[in-house]
Structures are given as C-alpha cells and as structure tokens.
C-alpha cells in the first residue's frame, strides 16, 4: 500500500520570537491536509503554543535549528517510503521552511533530497529552493534573483497572499454566529460583512450592524440601494468600536503601552475597545490589573482577551484597529479594516510606507503609543477617514493567493 506523502514545516515559535511564523503558515494547512500529511518540526518551542498546532499529524520538538538539520539529514530518502518494507519516519517529499535565521547553508544539504519552499520578506540572505513566497505587496521576483538558485521559482506579491479566505468580507457568514465564546463576538456587525454579498442576502434577515452610516466605503453603496436599504436603517448608533492587537506575543509590551495612553486619555469614554493580548503575551496579568482602574461605568467599553480562536470574526464586529505590522497586517488590509499600524519588529521597517502610500490608514511610532496626544487625534482622524481607507484595502487582494500557493505546493508532491 502507498503511504501519504509527508509536508515538513520548519519554523520557531516562543514569546522571544513571537507567534508569527507559526501564524503566517497556518492557512495552507487546511488545504495541504488533503493531499498530505503534515509534520512540524519546531525549535525553541514553547509548548504553551501547543494547542495552535492542531493541524499538524505529529509534532518533533527540538532545540536549535542545527539539531534540526542533523535530524532531517539522518532520515532515508523520501522514496524510500514507498518501498513495500517502509516504515519509520522518511524524509517529507516538501519541506516548508518559514525561519529568518535559515538560508542557503541550511537548505542547501536537504534540497538535493526533496523539495523546499521558503517563506521570505527580508531579501536579506542566500536561498536554495524550489519556491520562494514572498507576499510583499510591492515585492518583485528581482529582488531575489541574485540571492536563489536559477531554477527557483517565485511566488511573490499580492497574488500571493497567505491570508486565510475567512478574512475576505465576501466569505463572511451572516447568518453563522461566531462559536468563539469570547465576548467581543456578541458585538453588532460592521458594515464591512455586507460587502460582496448578492441582492437576495442583503434583503433577507440582516443580524444588528451599528455604526453604518459612518463607515460604509462607497462600494458598498450602491448594493444596499439595489437591495432598497438605507444606511441609516441598519442598526444602532454606538461609540467607534476599536480592534487591539500586537501578534500572539507581544514581546515589545504594545498592548500595555497602548493601555497607559488609554487610561491616561481617558478614551473609553469616547470608544468602545477589544484588547486580544494573544496566547504567549507575557503582560496579561499586568494588563487586567492596569484596565481594572477604567471606572465602573465604562467597564463594559474595555474587553480584554487572552487568546481568540475566531480573529476574522472580530474584526468583522469593529470598525477601526490599532496593530503591528506583523502577519495581522495582511488579514486586516483583507477584511478592509482601517488601522493605525505600529512597528514592533525590525522585519517590520519598511511596512509604514505600504500603511500610508496605499492608504490603508494611519501610523504611529511604539513610543507614541502609549502616549494619549498622539493616540487620541490619530484614532480621530482614523475613525473620519474610514470609508477611504476601507476602499483603499478592497482593491488589494482578489482573495485567491491561498489556493495559488497551495497548488505551487502541491505540484512538488510525486505524482
């Protein structure tokens, strides 16, 4: 009997490095499941991050990268998984490698042996693969040419965006309530679930949208008249509700010094807030000690989680964000969010230009965040800008680079 080819996916994951290559590789899994196995071999893991790797058939743990490396290159071939007397682990047939401290030297004795992908935005160091993906909005294959080997093949730019279907407001479920008990998912919709639905969805049953009439890009206008709907019709008026999130660790503390100047400026009274402090944020406790002094009253204006399973629908269920550039930025630009980003991580230095040339929102500095002068007037401006803004994001992505990127994959895999 033939086995199921194996995809090897190589990455770290702890709150020094954060959660964002475990995060960034997560929506191929779905559709990789269908035509393989899947095994992780993960390095300097915090086994708090367990439980976010559900998709994969085995986990190997290890703890460097070079322990890896010897691991990989003391398994047999991967055709000898074929053999009738097979048995143990082989070598996967594709390897995934999404790690900025791998290159070139690590690759280099495994892609001889099987086939590899590499996941890069820094254009900083040697690759020897067979794809190199890259969702850099403005990145090109030119940029890496002088650092591949000739026969690579790129996977680069918008067309490729690993961003998972569930942040398209296309795909939003109107009628699926969020299973996530979070309490954030109970909030009213945002306009922005009513974009890409048919004239048949928007005249029947609609669950509360607040906010409409202020946030509705120009897109959407017109839909709602087919469908006989006034904006002013669709729900309630409530303060601007705003989405915080700095990744899954946090290991520059944005989320505490967004909580400072939130406090210090007093603005709970002016909206409303969701803070995720994500799975490894080492401040949560700090956090719900700092947010206990927000008075009584605007109590309920201040949520604060510390992990959710359902981000896409969050986001759905606010009309502004406040994040990193990290792997959120690309799920926030696909939902249409207007955000203020924050750099948090050198990887993320060339991300404010991108924010800003393609309009997606506003920026601010780590030290301005936690300053209620510069949050305060930006999340203003922000919240009066957000139809432009929500506009800019919808002609960014056509909602297709997952299944590009799993086909990619899935034609290394022996036929």
Not at 55 to 60: H, N, Q, S
Not at 197 to 226: C, D, R, V, W
Not at 253 to 279: E, M, P, R
């Amino acid at each position: 009997m033939t086995q199921r080819p194996w995809i090897g996916v190589i990455l770290r994951a702890n709150r020094a490095i954060g959660t964002g290559h475990l995060m960034r590789i997560k929506p191929l899994l779905p559709q990789l499941k269908a035509h393989a196995q899947l095994r992780l071999y993960v390095y300097a893991f915090d086994e708090a991050l367990r439980p976010l790797c559900a998709e994969y058939d085995e986990i190997k743990t290890f703890a460097t990268k070079d322990e890896v490396l010897a691991h990989l290159t003391a398994l047999p071939a991967p055709e000898a998984a074929q053999e009738p007397e097979g048995g143990g682990e082989y070598l996967p047939q594709v390897l995934i490698i999404d790690d900025y401290a791998i290159d070139a030297s690590f690759e280099a004795p495994l892609s001889a042996r099987t086939r590899i992908m590499v996941v890069d935005d820094l254009v900083n160091r040697p690759h020897d693969c067979a794809l190199l993906l890259d969702q850099g909005l403005t990145r090109t294959a030119q940029d890496y040419q002088h650092l591949c080997n000739a026969d690579c093949r790129y996977l680069v730019g918008a067309r490729y965006s690993l961003t998972s279907e569930r942040f398209y407001p296309r795909n939003y479920q109107l009628s699926e309530p969020s299973a996530c008990p979070c309490p954030a998912h109970r909030n009213a919709l945002s306009v922005r679930a009513l974009l890409g639905k048919s004239t048949a969805e928007l005249q029947g049953p609609l669950p509360p949208i607040a906010n409409a009439a202020h946030f509705a890009p120009k897109e959407l206008k017109p839909a709602l008249m087919q469908a006989g709907l006034a904006l002013n019709q669709l729900g309630p008026t409530v303060p601007p509700r705003v989405f915080v999130n700095f990744g899954g660790a946090d290991p520059v503390s944005a989320c505490l010094k967004f909580a400072h100047a939130l406090l210090a400026g007093q603005l709970y009274q002016h909206y409303d807030f969701t803070i995720v402090a994500g799975a490894a944020n080492q401040d949560y406790d700090a956090l719900q000690k700092l947010l206990a002094q927000v008075p009584t009253n605007y109590q309920e204006r201040v949520k604060l989680l510390r992990h959710c399973h359902d981000v896409a629908d969050l986001l759905f269920k606010h009309d502004v964000a406040i994040g990193a550039y990290g792997g959120m930025f690309r799920e926030r630009i696909a939902a249409g969010i207007p955000t203020i980003g924050v750099v948090i991580a050198d990887n993320q230095e060339g991300a404010p230009a991108a924010q800003l040339g393609f309009n997606f929102g506003l920026d601010l500095s780590l030290a301005q965040l936690s300053d209620p002068n510069a949050v305060a007037p930006s999340l203003a401006t922000l919240v009066e800008k957000a139809p432009d803004f929500t506009s800019s994001c919808l002609k960014v992505y056509d909602g297709q680079g997952l299944e590009r990127i799993v086909s990619a994959i899935v034609a290394l895999l022996p036929h």
